[in-house]
Each structure stands twice: as structure tokens, then as C-alpha cells.
């Protein structure tokens, strides 16, 4: 694990929220609101509008299934466009709803053309993106059962980066006084240091943690199921270790998922 002096300093400003057309339930605007308001950070949603299905829209064959009848029409791109301001709309309302309710700070945009995996490469380092996750409901370990409260997991590899991720964890763990769960590659968990160099991180040695294993083999998807398994509320990661073709499998974790941003330019 690489401690990359001064990394873990920087404070989070901003928790982001990354919605796209399949919708946000109430529970995922509620998470996000919360970390805003127990980090004391703005708040902004982002509703990610899916270029490739734009350009699937404005092909001549395309066509459109309507699920109560299964008649199909044309695929209108302009109606696809409209359908998705108002969907927008719609999320920016509740998302505004819950974050004035919790007196949070925060704003909304529209981005076209912009993917996912992109919004992660621009992150800044102040800022947490909250992704995927939230729509469907953990069930507690049995580490975090005998605790009574649902940890919050944290990836620690061999990756630049992890540090910020441990860091952030650790805050948000002791926020929401939740106990931590720390996500390791199985085949580091046995290296000599690895431990005391995380313990020697957490500081705060009455903060409940336990590590877990996963094989290193399986990626992200196989840390997101490990998360699951233990009945994680969050999953904490650095920016630096989602790659694009790890998108999918956060977007479908059964928990929610927060990235903290690299050196990215932000400004999305």
C-alpha cells in the first residue's frame, strides 16, 4: 500500500452524484444528502444522458418497444431527447426536495455525451462520486450483525491511490459510526505489514475493522461482491482504480459505490 504523503489531507468538498436514465430510488438521494450534510460538503447530481443510445435513436431502423402493449414505433431521437430533460428534471426536483430538507448546498446539471468512465477520470480530488448501488437492499455479515450496523468497506491493493480511499473511508466510517471493513486481494492479506500499515492509518484504534479476502482475479466485480456478501452500506474506492471496463460492475454493485477522485481536472 503506498502512503503518498499529503494525499490523505485533502479535505472532501464535494459528494457527487452520478444518475443516469434508469432512475434513482429515494434511498440512493437520501445516501448521497447524508454524506454531503455529515462531510459538510456541496452536493451535485449529475444526470448522465447515454450518448450511445442518442445515436441509436437517430438511426433510420430504429424502433421503440412499448412494454404494455408490445407494439412497435419509431425511435424518435427528439422524443428520446425530451424524455430524458424531463427525466432530469424529475431526479433534480427530489434530489433538490431531500437536499434542502437536510439544509445541503448543492446543484444539478444535464451532461450529454459524457460517460461514466469519463466523470471518473475528471474527479478532483476534493470530490466523492457516488455510482451505482442503492437499488437493492444489503443484508448484514455476520461480522456486522454481531456489531448491529452495516460496515463500510474500503478497497486497500497495491494501487496508487489508496491511501486517499482508506482515508475517506475511515472518515465517513466514524461519521456515520459504522464499523470498517477493509477489502484486500487475498493473496496480500498474508504479506508481512500489510495490517499494522492500515491499522497505523486508522489511528483511532476504537473504530471497529476487520480485513476480508477476495480473489484479485475476478476485479471489481469480485471486490462489489465481496461487499455485498459482508452487507456493506458503502464501498469506498480511489478514482485511479476503475477502470473503464470496470464501470459496469459498479454500476450494477449491490452497494452503493464512492469514488474518490484523483488529479483529475473535474469541472465536468
Known amino acids: 500500500m503506498n502512503s503518498e504523503p499529503g494525499a490523505q489531507k485533502a479535505a472532501l468538498r464535494r459528494v457527487v452524484i452520478a444518475l443516469d436514465s434508469r432512475g434513482a430510488g429515494a434511498a440512493q438521494l ?30 433510420p431502423f430504429a424502433l421503440e418497444v412499448s412494454l404494455a402493449s408490445a407494439q412497435t414505433r419509431a425511435l424518435s431521437a427528439a422524443e428520446l431527447a425530451r424524455g430524458l430533460r424531463v427525466q432530469a428534471a424529475r431526479m433534480e426536483a427530489a434530489l433538490g426536495e431531500a437536499a434542502r430538507a437536510m ?91 500489510l495490517r499494522e500499515r492500515v491499522t497505523a492509518q486508522l489511528g483511532d484504534r476504537s473504530l471497529p475493522a476487520a480485513f476480508a479476502g477476495f480473489d484479485g482475479k475476478e476485479g471489481l466485480a469480485g471486490v462489489c461482491r465481496q461487499a455485498g456478501r459482508a452487507g456493506a452500506s458503502l464501498l469506498v474506492l480511489d478514482a485511479v482504480q476503475a477502470s473503464g471496463a470496470d464501470v459496469k460492475a459498479l454500476e450494477d454493485a449491490p452497494c452503493a459505490v464512492a469514488l474518490v477522485g484523483g488529479s483529475g481536472e473535474g469541472g465536468a
Open 30 to 59: 437520501a445516501a448521497a444528502v447524508q454524506l454531503a450534510s455529515l462531510l459538510k460538503a456541496e452536493l451535485r447530481g449529475l444526470f448522465l444522458a447515454d450518448s450511445a443510445l442518442q445515436r441509436l435513436a437517430s438511426l
Open 103 to 193: 439544509g445541503v448546498a448543492w446543484s444539478f446539471d444535464l451532461l450529454r455525451d459524457q460517460s461514466l468512465a469519463a466523470l471518473l477520470t475528471r474527479a478532483r480530488e476534493s470530490e466523492l462520486v457516488l455510482v451505482g448501488g442503492a437499488r437493492r437492499v444489503a443484508t448484514p455479515g455476520p461480522w456486522a450483525r454481531s456489531l448491529r450496523r452495516q460496515p463500510v468497506a474500503v478497497l486497500c491493493g497495491e494501487e496508487t491511490g489508496v491511501a486517499r480511499a482508506l482515508d475517506a473511508a475511515v472518515q465517513i466510517a466514524r461519521f456515520q459510526r459504522r464499523p470498517l471493513l477493509v477489502l484486500c486481494p487475498s493473496r496480500l492479506l498474508s504479506r508481512p505489514g
